[in-house]
Nanobody
Framework: QVQLVESGGGLVQPGGSLSLSCTAS????????MGWYRQAQGKKREWVAL????????VYADSAKGRFTISRDSASNTIDLQMNNLKPEDTAAYLC???????????WGQGIQVTVSS
């Protein structure tokens, strides 16, 4: 099993920045990918950014490209999401995700709220 704990988030004005962190514990040796999803009220969950454990290769949704940066610290089993130039449409609950090699293969954090508003 893998446990994910998120931190960061909060309220920011449009154009501002926020950073999210997610720390994994438990069977972290089993994780091959981590990342962030988000879910706005009344909308489907969507992926934001993912990063591989073995090579730190990162991919971003179109909505995040050029504004968000995902990074990983293998020593602390932590990923960070630096979000710049935030827009009101970025308002959502952001959920940390981990993909594992063995079943159960998908793990989720509880989510952390990001609100972009003036």
């Amino acid at each position: 099993q893998v446990q994910l704990v998120e931190s960061g988030g909060g309220l920011v004005q449009p154009g501002g920045s926020l950073s999210l962190s997610c720390t994994a514990s438990g069977s972290t040796w089993n994780i091959y990918r981590m990342g962030w999803y988000r879910q706005a009220q009344g909308k489907k969950r969507e992926w934001v950014a993912l990063i591989n454990s073995h090579d730190n290769h990162a991919v971003y949704a179109d909505s995040a490209k050029g504004r968000f940066t995902i990074s990983r610290d293998s020593a602390s089993n932590t990923i960070d999401l630096q979000m710049n130039n935030l827009k009101p449409e970025d308002t959502a609950a952001y959920l940390c995700y981990a993909a594992a090699l063995a079943e159960p293969s998908d793990f989720w954090g509880q989510g952390i709220q990001v609100t972009v508003s003036s």
